[in-house]
């Protein structure tokens, strides 16, 4: 009889646990304990809505639950931008938002559904954005994952959720480096050329853009100086005196991306600090472009290249 209870406890808790078990695949890109937990979470609602449907939506909505803390809130649209659950804002439920723009006129809403417009059931990404924070006057920078869903009856939702001040994770830029490039290759240089240069599209990382050279250390497309004359950028040097860009080309020669470190003055405090730097190499015709984003990892987290 024992043996018999145990057994039912072990299959009652084994299917609790695969209903809510998040791949590793999904959580192995990044390093940070705040961005696994949110990723996990709505990893988790989006499991919990392709098996129950809209039902999940009341289990969303409970205060001080998983799903709704002082922490973390979940939302939920269709591709349309029509708002299906809003735990922190209910009262934009059943509102077409697909216009609607942050602080700095960047199309959330069409980033966030582009989510559900990629290929793969269980497709998703990462939308930057501008938002009030409470009981602050400016807006801040917040981070949001957004999963797609294919609910019972087949609809195709994307649901959320994000927070404030999130550090910035190698994945991030390397994801946005690597889908610029795959737009160049897709689209052609021009297109997609105007597309990066937008400092309002998805290629925006927080506070770092992807920045287009060519082989010779040409700007070609910088949002950051997007009125500025033609820079060339091949002798900067970090403060130990290392050319950034003859050691990137050197990667280049042997493949077409690669990380490097190097130390930068940060623009704040002016103090040297590790600065990661993600490039890729594409090439169109006879042109080589070389794409790159960077940025600061947070402290004390050093990562490693």
């Known amino acids: 009889m024992k043996t018999k209870f145990l057994f039912l406890i072990w299959m009652v808790c084994g299917i609790c646990c695969s209903a809510f078990a998040v791949s590793e695949a999904k959580l192995a890109p990044y390093v940070y304990d705040?961005?696994?937990?949110?990723?996990?979470?709505?990893?988790?609602?989006?499991?919990?809505?392709?098996?129950?449907?809209?039902?999940?939506?009341?289990?969303?909505?409970?205060?001080?639950?998983?799903?709704?803390?002082?922490?973390?809130?979940?939302?939920?649209?269709?591709?349309?931008?029509?708002?299906?659950?809003?735990?922190?804002?209910?009262?934009?439920?059943g509102k077409n938002l697909i216009s609607f723009k942050d602080a700095a006129e960047r199309p959330v809403m069409e980033l966030v559904t582009a989510v559900g417009k990629k290929p793969g059931a269980d497709a998703s990404g990462w939308v930057f954005y501008l938002w009030e924070m409470p009981n602050h006057y400016a807006p801040y920078w917040k981070t949001s994952y957004i999963r797609k869903v294919?609910?019972?009856?087949?609809?195709?939702?994307?649901?959320?959720?994000?927070?404030?001040?999130?550090?910035i994770e190698k994945a991030f830029i390397q994801e946005s480096v690597d889908m610029a490039a795959d737009l160049i290759l897709s689209e052609g240089k021009e297109a997609a050329f105007n597309e990066i240069r937008n400092p309002f599209s998805a290629f925006q990382v927080l506070d770092s853009y992807v920045v287009v050279l060519d082989e010779h250390g040409n700007v070609i497309v910088d949002p950051s100086f997007p009125v500025v004359a033609q820079r060339n950028i091949a002798d900067f040097r970090d403060i130990t005196g290392r050319i950034i860009f003859d050691e990137v080309s050197k990667t280049l020669k042997y493949t077409d991306r690669g990380w490097h470190a190097f130390l930068w003055?940060?623009?704040?405090?002016?103090?040297?600090?590790?600065?990661?730097?993600?490039?890729?190499?594409?090439?169109?015709?006879?042109?080589?472009?070389?794409?790159?984003?960077?940025?600061?990892?947070?402290?004390?987290?050093?990562?490693k290249v």
Request: hydrophobic letters at 40%; glycine letters at 8%.
């Open 34 to 93: 705040d961005t696994k937990q949110l990723v996990t979470l709505v990893e988790d609602a989006a499991t919990l809505m392709e098996r129950k449907g809209e039902a999940a939506f009341k289990d969303f909505g409970v205060k001080n639950s998983k799903w709704f803390s002082d922490k973390y809130y979940l939302f939920v649209y269709d591709l349309d931008g029509n708002c299906l659950f809003h735990a922190e804002q209910p009262g934009l439920i």
């Open 150 to 167: 294919i609910m019972p009856d087949g609809k195709i939702y994307v649901v959320g959720s994000g927070f404030f001040k999130m550090k």
């Open 265 to 303: 003055s940060q623009y704040e405090n002016n103090m040297p600090a590790r600065m990661l730097l993600y490039v890729r190499r594409v090439k169109v015709g006879n042109e080589e472009f070389f794409l790159y984003g960077d940025f600061y990892p947070a402290k004390p987290i050093w990562m």
